[in-house]
């Protein structure tokens, strides 16, 4: 516990548990009126993350929470970790920790206010002002500089964080990720939307779509808690699979995803594909996507708080290859389901360029960083600079490549926080 001039208490609880639910997520709740509520940095996830092992000091995530507290009421929040390693992040700082060691000099431990193992963009410092938001940062140097830790890093920031770092003197960073927008007046249906689309375009993806039909593909979905004990246990199946595919073990735990199941399943919608004849079809893959949901059901583009309804893309996984199964499991089934659902945003997840061809745009993510060595500090802030101008151009390259009509382009997506 520690006080500030202005008479603030800050504490760092060494659990997202010590922090009331009800408080932080009427936290969350208040930040970027006008934009959905991120369900990542919702009390519930994060808390599943811990008690289900998949975020905790045995894989590398030490919780230090930090709060906020001006008397008895919670001002601020952040969810900051200590890190040994620099995986599940998705902003790669992996050359940064070989300079360190090169030089003798110990990269490890970090700390890191991220989401664990998800890089969606949104609020990292919760707050009810920017000043307290303000605060809330320049107490996390402080308390990295005690702690003599080598840098802190705040991943996938909101516009208001951003700020708060700026002001407090921390290095921004930028990515690039791929997200689709509708138009306001939304679509009418998915042969609307590809019509909006170059004549190209159009075509690809109804060939894409052709494929997974013909090879006798067809999709159910589910949401919430219609999604059956069975389904998720398939999914899991099919998550697991993928990621020992590519030689690795999966970062969330079975238990995780039965948390999500008991204590958010309004969060998640659930797509699987089938194959076979009718009466005998067996699912073979599926793909579950997050969503803030809709108390106004699906009548419109907005719910109850007039806040744009969003889709965050997650995990995949398939237990049988055919051609263009990823694109339809993971793209344009979420996508008809947005459309006819009246959601008017999906973020596709980081990376992947291959996401322009199906209507995802490129949007400039923002982290920001904080490094305690001076001289360490200034050849980052070097190297970010011609990192930015790299990330300038590559924007202009694939803004060049726009997969809409010219005539009528859509506004770019931004960053659900």
Request: proline share 6%; glycine share 6%.
């Amino acid at each position: 516990m520690k006080k500030d001039s202005n008479d603030y208490v800050i504490r760092v609880l060494d659990s997202p548990l010590k922090v009331n639910a009800a408080e932080w997520n009427a936290l969350l709740a208040a930040q970027s009126p006008g934009e959905a509520v991120n369900p990542f940095m919702r009390h519930e996830y994060l808390a599943a993350l811990h008690e289900s092992g998949s975020a905790t000091p045995e894989t590398g995530w030490t919780p230090c929470f930090v709060t906020l507290w001006k008397g008895d009421a919670l001002a601020g929040a952040c969810a900051l970790y200590l890190k040994d390693h620099s995986y599940g992040e998705y902003v790669f700082d992996h050359a940064w920790a070989n300079a360190y060691q090169q030089h003798g000099l110990p990269y490890y431990p970090k700390a890191v206010a991220a989401v664990p193992f998800t890089p969606v963009p949104g609020a990292r410092l919760l707050a009810r002002t920017p000043a307290e938001r303000t605060l809330l940062v320049k107490a996390l140097v402080a308390w990295c500089t005690e702690e003599d830790l080598s840098s802190l890093h705040l991943l996938f920031t909101a516009d208001e964080d951003v700020a708060a770092c700026q002001e407090a003197g921390l290095m921004l960073r930028h990515t690039v990720q791929f997200h689709w927008s509708g138009p306001p007046s939304g679509y009418r249906d998915f042969d609307d939307f590809l019509a909006s689309l170059s004549q190209e375009k159009r075509k690809k993806i109804r060939q894409e779509r052709r494929k997974v039909q013909d090879a006798g593909i067809s999709f159910r979905w589910s949401q919430g808690k219609e999604i059956s004990d069975a389904d998720w246990d398939f999914f899991y199946r099919c998550y697991e699979r993928t990621y020992y595919e590519h030689g690795n073990a999966p970062y969330l735990s079975r238990d995780f995803f039965q948390r999500m199941q008991d204590t958010m399943p309004e969060n998640w919608l659930l797509f699987v594909a089938e194959h076979g004849a009718d009466g005998q079809r067996r699912p073979i893959a599926t793909s579950l996507i997050a969503i803030s949901p809709n108390p106004a059901g699906a009548n419109g583009q907005l719910h109850a708080q007039n806040r744009p309804l969003t889709a965050y893309g997650r995990y995949w996984g398939a237990l049988a290859r055919v051609d263009c199964l990823h694109f339809e499991a993971c793209y344009y089934q979420p996508l008809q389901w947005c459309i006819e659902h009246g959601y008017q945003r999906f973020e596709g997840g980081a990376q992947g360029e291959h996401k322009m061809a199906r209507a995802l745009l490129p949007v400039k993510t923002t982290s920001a960083h904080w490094l305690a060595h001076p001289a360490f500090a200034d050849a980052v802030e070097r190297f970010l600079e011609r990192e930015g101008a790299g990330i300038a151009n590559y924007m202009e390259d694939l803004e060049r490549r726009n997969p809409f009509k010219r005539e009528s382009p859509p506004s770019q997506a931004k960053p659900a926080v």
